[in-house]
């Protein structure tokens, strides 16, 4: 089985932080994904990565950035939180190829105080 | 652009009434279909798929069936349990896709004893 897995379930900051959100994935999947996740907003892309060191912006980049310097791992980066990026962030990765569908970790349900 | 209909929720049955969850989908490619299951505090997990036109994806009790004429992926149980509560999403792949997964808004279903 496919293992995703984010590196806090919980997580509380403060305004101004810079916060780390780690996610590392087990079965050498190209694909990575960052959604943030908020009631009656659905699921909203923030960035997704392709391959090594490659990086998309998705629906809402703004107020964050991410990194990928290895293939397991997809880090999301808060520059300077705020109160509004208080949300629940979800990680995916996927094989490419049309038929592939994205394994997602539990999340991190993060507060911004 | 891709979208994703989903039928709007909460949907409140009692065990062992039958399901259904509507979903309609907009693509320009050929799309595969899925359906994720999302239980409370948790990540996404993938409930099941559909590659091609009248594939049938299982799961669990859950079917759906995909429908290119009618651009339907409709979710339906015989009988549901009070562990089927959870929210469901029905998602959309095309080759090309950048981004690759479209998201509906999800579905909360609230299954009583």
């Known amino acids: 089985d496919v293992k995703v897995t984010q590196s806090s379930r919980y997580l509380v900051k403060r305004t101004g932080e810079k916060v780390f959100l780690e996610c590392v994935q087990d079965?050498?999947?190209?694909?990575m994904f960052w959604y943030r996740q908020d009631p009656g907003l659905g699921l909203r892309l923030i960035y997704f990565?392709?391959?090594?060191?490659?990086?998309e912006k998705g629906d809402i980049p703004e107020g964050y950035s991410v990194s990928r310097e290895k293939k397991e791992r997809f880090s999301l980066i808060l520059e300077s939180a705020s109160t509004n990026q208080t949300s629940m962030y979800l990680c995916?990765?996927?094989?490419?190829?049309?038929?592939?569908?994205?394994?997602f970790g539990d999340g991190t349900r993060l507060s911004i105080l | 652009g891709d979208s994703v209909t989903q039928m709007e929720g909460p949907v409140t049955l009692s065990e062992e009434a039958f399901l259904t969850i509507n979903c309609t989908y907009t693509?320009?490619?050929?799309?595969?279909l899925f359906w994720y299951v999302q239980y409370p505090g948790e990540g996404l997990q993938l409930l099941l798929k559909?590659?091609?036109?009248?594939d049938k994806g299982s799961n669990k009790g859950f079917e759906a069936t995909y429908r290119k004429e009618t651009t339907s992926f409709h979710l339906e149980k015989g009988s549901v349990q009070v562990s089927d509560s959870a929210v469901y999403f029905c998602?959309?792949?095309?080759?090309?896709?950048?981004?690759?997964?479209?998201f509906g808004s999800g579905t909360q279903l609230t299954v009583l004893p």
């Open positions: 995916a990765s996927s094989l490419s190829g049309n038929n592939q569908p994205q394994h």
């Open positions: 079965m050498d999947h190209e694909n």
């Open positions: 990565s392709y391959d090594v060191k490659m990086k």
């Open positions: 693509a320009t490619g050929y799309p595969s």
């Open positions: 559909a590659t091609k036109a009248d």
């Open positions: 998602a959309l792949r095309t080759s090309g896709s950048a981004r690759q997964l479209t």
